[in-house]
């Protein structure tokens, strides 16, 4: 996945690919540990019949991982001592105490509760009107299990629109309507809380209910808080499994085939053998560069760290000496098995001259557009991994010039998935308890249309939500998209009706110049309307490939 980035220069739009200037690793913030380059081994694996027949169609010198002679030379073997030696490694790990993003801080409503999930713990987050402080309970009122997040905010207190049980920001009940007035209100009538914080436009929550939350774990990035920095932010709710979207977003080979001509820079001609270093392999997470083969020394520092945060960084030093940072973070944060909801921050100390002359909300509809791009692989992806109950060492041909960041992201699942609700490592699994919710890309005319209006569960239904659909994935959880809809809509309404009384004029009228004058006003009301409609199209229509239209 790769996503236009406005902050660099035209010709380097999408982040993932290399830069012509290459930053100095010595020199580079960005990089803790000295680099150093593994000899790959080949790994003995069992491979089904049809596998070993695909392996044998690839040249010798290009895999990673499996049997025969010269696979080593292009797939993908054992990354560290312990794996050479044959030894499992496990590290201790609980992922109820880490930081999960729950929401970019300018998207929270100022005036309702917002339902979110982690995994397959359900939340209501809100902000009290009052003073701003955001608080975040399990969204269950304890009277009859009521959704909290259905309900509303009067004077700063979370009410259950069920029977209007009121809630204090501590969690407190201090009011039930349906309560004699010479009973108190029963201790048990309280909410779970769980700690949030808000950092650098991010909205965390720590996860544990029971230990206290750990600070030094709360995600900080450097070139965030470099001055002059500025960014282009957007969330996208999606229809498969978390694992699968940070696999997606760590693999810049997709990206000249998968979404060829999305901007101005995927061409499928570019795709290209790359080269990748790996510097850092921790109990929380790996870093490394990478590049195009062809260029020598990668340009891109890539960084995972738990739970699912991921970034991409570049140092650029212009004409004139002075260094520019640029960096594409992705938050993740697992929504339930076959779910997931990503925060998308494309930013930089400088901005390409070029992306000023866009408004924000096209970046948003082009960001929609590329995870479109990837929905029907990544959907069905999802379904083979639930189905196959093998880890992805016996699914996957991973190759060393183009998977390796792929391959350490479920090397690290290895070691830290005892530790999860459910994970798909490399050697190891274990099964979700829930089964998935599996939603597909649209294929075809009708479900098309049905995804395709700005709805959110087909035509004509406003509010049924459908992860298959842009308004619902995206535009639902953006203020200004929101806003830019509602806009475009109200223009487009009055210049119909505009362009409607002035062609009723005209024929009412008898002079010829004042019914050409009528008609020409109408037209142009028309026109206009017909660009409100257009607008609104571009953000909330799904993006379908040419070979699946009708």
């Not at 290009?62 to 794996?83: N, R």
């Not at 009121?166 to 009940?173: S, T, V, Y």
């Not at 969330?235 to 979207?245: F, G």
Request: charged share 20%; net charge positive.
């Amino acid at each position: 996945m790769a996503l236009l980035n406005p902050f660099l220069p035209h010709t380097q739009t999408f982040l993932p690919l290399c830069l012509s200037a290459t930053p100095s690793k010595q020199t580079s913030p960005l990089l803790w540990t000295t680099l150093s380059s593994h000899p790959y081994k080949p790994l003995s694996r069992r491979m089904k019949h049809s596998r070993c027949e695909a392996v044998a169609d690839i040249k010798a010198e290009a895999l990673v991982e499996g049997e025969g002679e010269g696979d080593h030379k292009v797939l993908l073997g054992p990354s560290s001592e312990e794996e050479r030696r044959g030894e499992k490694v496990v590290a201790d790990y609980d992922w109820t105490q880490e930081w999960y993003p729950l929401y970019l801080t300018n998207n929270v409503p100022d005036d309702a509760p917002l339902g979110l999930t982690v995994f397959d713990k359900q939340l209501v987050l809100y902000k009290d009107p009052n003073n701003g402080v955001f608080h975040c309970f399990e969204d269950r009122c304890p009277h009859r299990l009521a959704k909290l997040s259905e309900g509303q905010l009067i004077d700063g207190r979370l009410e259950c629109l069920y029977h209007g049980w009121q809630f204090e920001g501590d969690g407190k009940c201090v009011k039930i309507p349906q309560l004699p007035a010479d009973a108190k209100i029963p201790r048990s009538a309280c909410l779970k809380s769980y700690e949030v914080k808000e950092s650098q436009g991010v909205v965390w929550v720590w996860m544990s209910p029971k230990t206290p939350p750990n600070v030094n774990k709360l995600p900080w990035f450097e070139n965030f808080a470099r001055p002059g920095f500025q960014d282009v932010s957007t969330t996208h709710e999606l229809p498969y499994d978390h694992s699968i979207l940070l696999e997606n977003l760590m693999d810049p080979a997709h990206i000249p085939i998968s979404h060829d001509r999305t901007d101005w820079t995927a061409k499928r001609e570019d795709a290209q053998p790359l080269r990748f270093e790996v510097t850092e392999q921790t109990d929380r997470g790996f870093a490394g560069w990478w590049g195009k083969e062809k260029d020598g020394s990668p340009a891109n520092f890539l960084r995972f760290e738990a739970p699912c945060v991921l970034q991409n960084n570049r140092e650029i030093v212009d004409k004139d000496g002075v260094k520019h940072y640029f960096t594409g973070l992705f938050l993740c944060r697992p929504t339930g098995q076959g779910k997931s909801m990503l925060i998308v921050r494309f930013g930089g100390t400088k901005r390409s001259p070029l992306a000023k002359l866009f408004p924000k909300w096209y970046f948003h509809q082009n960001a929609c557009k590329v995870f479109e791009q990837d929905m029907g692989f990544l959907s069905s992806q999802n379904e083979v991994l639930l189905k196959e109950k093998v880890p992805t060492k016996e699914l996957y041909l991973n190759l060393k010039s183009s998977d390796t960041w792929v391959a350490e992201y479920r090397k690290w699942m290895d070691k830290v998935g005892h530790g999860m609700p459910y994970h798909f490592g490399h050697t190891t699994i274990s099964l979700p308890k829930e089964p998935a919710v599996v939603e597909h890309a649209p294929a075809g005319l009708i479900a098309g249309q049905s995804a395709s209006n700005p709805a959110k569960g087909g035509i004509g239904t406003m509010h049924a939500p459908n992860l298959a659909n842009r308004y619902f994935r995206h535009v639902i959880h953006c203020k200004g998209c929101s806003s830019v809809v509602k806009a475009f809509e109200a223009w487009k309404n009055a210049l119909s009706a505009i362009a409607i009384a002035f062609a009723a004029l005209s024929i009412l009228v008898a002079g010829r110049q004042w019914k050409t004058l009528l008609l020409g006003s109408a037209a142009l009301c028309g026109a206009g309307a017909y660009a409100c409609s257009s607008a609104i199209a571009l953000n909330t229509t799904n993006f379908i490939r040419t070979h699946r239209r009708l």
